[in-house]
């Protein structure tokens, strides 16, 4: 009996104890599995919050990238492209747009990136922008080349006006820029060089690119190529009204009057020549201005090739407001050293090949390929009337209006 009884004893601890312990095992593996759960769920969405904010900064880049297309754009009616898809960082972005006005329009970026899962994990912005007239143009800058490429602004520059290149800028060493510098791209700067304004490296286009058609220049040398052929010489003489020659011209000495020269072929300035002002030189070959000529004011030179101005030209001295001289270009403008202009240069492509160029007025066209040493620019958009310039657009100064971002779901 008394056997029985501590034998049925030990049997009911021993049923208790391994019911207690797998009863402390099952509630350690459910609150194991539950911190578990909470850990892992703690990391996914961790993740997740990241994934949403790459998705919202690429859709961000979206949004800029297209707010860079409309400045470029002179009617939202018809807006620029968009892209769909477009790869960029960790994931992609597309564009949308909605309300589309000449000077209004709604923009909706989406940026998206693959989450953990597989999903997508997507965010959506949207604004509104607006334009209004008043706002920047190319002649705020003392320079602005839009074409791209790699612009090199050699040493011992002295630059007073703002500066903006498209593409990458690589400033010599000890120049001084007293105005801000923009570039598309990235900006390089030597030792000893001085920027007193601020230096904006994969900056937006600040204004729009100014353009030349050639419409009203081919014309005029169609008519002069329609001419009895010859080549002309003038030395001393005076020019009005316009003259078209079916051949090259020669200028000598001195020109006088009031008046256009209009060549099918080129024309020729020579060396020490004086250019009286009210003067307009048209060709359609090189426009070649030689050693020392003096040019007066409110002349004009295009060349439908090249113009080319040599050693030691002085262009538009004492010019007022509207008085400059203007050289323009829609292939090639080569300014060589020692050449002091008051005016406007324009080209699609210019080369200061040489030292010492003085320029009080804008430069500006596609591509500077070279501003070689010792120049001293001016900003001065007063000397010429840019919209008295036949075929040249400077651009309609606009001020953009972006409303606050909002999200959409």
């Known amino acids: 009996m008394w056997n029985r009884k501590v034998s049925r004893e030990i049997f009911n601890n021993k049923g208790i104890s391994i019911v207690a312990v797998t009863i402390v095992m099952l509630i350690v593996a459910t609150l194991s599995l539950v911190i578990a759960s909470s ?28 707010m860079e297309q409309l400045q470029n754009d002179t009617d939202w009616s018809s807006p620029p492209a968009v892209k769909t898809d477009e790869v960029f960082g960790a994931g992609m972005f597309s564009v949308s747009y909605d309300n589309e006005d000449t000077d209004l329009i709604d923009i909706m970026a989406t ?52 500066i903006f290149i498209s593409g990458d800028l690589d400033i010599g060493r000890n120049c001084t820029i ?37 419409t009203y220049y081919d014309n005029l040398i169609s008519t002069a190529s329609l001419q009895p052929s010859g080549n002309v010489t003038y030395s001393n003489d005076s020019v009005s009204g316009t003259v078209y020659v079916n051949g090259n011209v020669l200028i000598k000495n001195l020109l006088s009057g009031s008046g256009t020269i209009v060549a099918s072929g080129s024309i020729d300035i020579d060396k020490n020549a004086v250019i009286s002002d009210d003067i307009s030189f048209i060709c359609a070959g090189t426009l070649l ?10 002349v004009m030179l295009y060349s439908s090739s090249l113009v080319d ?12 407001t509207g008085e400059g001289v203007i050289v323009l270009s829609p292939i090639e403008v080569v300014l060589d050293q ?10 699609a492509e ?13 430069l500006c066209g596609d591509i500077l390929s070279e501003l070689d040493r010792g120049a001293v620019l001016t900003l001065d958009s007063t000397k010429v009337d840019f919209g008295s310039i036949e075929g040249f657009n400077a651009g309609t100064g606009t001020t953009i209006i972006i409303s606050s971002w909002q999200e959409s779901l």
């Not at 892992?40 to 949403?52: F, H, M, P, R």
């Not at 509104?128 to 612009?151: C, H, I, L, W, Y």
């Not at 020692?338 to 080209?347: A, E, H």
């Open 309 to 320: 101005i040599n050693d030691g030209v002085v262009l538009g001295t004492g010019a007022g």
């Open 338 to 347: 020692n050449v002091t202009l008051v005016g406007l240069v324009f080209g």
């Open 39 to 66: 850990m892992s769920g703690g990391n996914i969405s961790s993740v997740t919050d990241l994934q949403a904010q790459q998705a919202f900064y690429i859709a961000q880049a979206g949004m800029e990238w297209y």
């Open 111 to 162: 940026g998206k990136v693959v989450g953990w899962d597989g999903n997508n994990v997507q965010r959506i912005i949207t604004q509104q922008v607006e334009r209004s007239d008043g706002g920047v143009t190319f002649a705020d800058f003392v320079m602005f080349f839009g074409g791209g490429g790699t612009t090199a602004i050699d040493r011992n520059q002295t630059i007073t006006g703002d």
């Open 289 to 298: 201005t030689e050693k020392n000529v003096t040019i007066g004011k409110n």
């Open 350 to 362: 210019i080369d200061v090949d040489n030292v010492n160029f003085t320029l009080t007025g804008n």
């Open 178 to 214: 007293n105005d801000d510098v923009l570039a598309t791209g990235s900006i390089s700067v030597g030792s000893g060089t001085n920027i007193y304004g601020s230096t904006i490296e994969n900056a937006s286009f600040p204004a729009a690119q100014p353009t030349l058609s050639t």
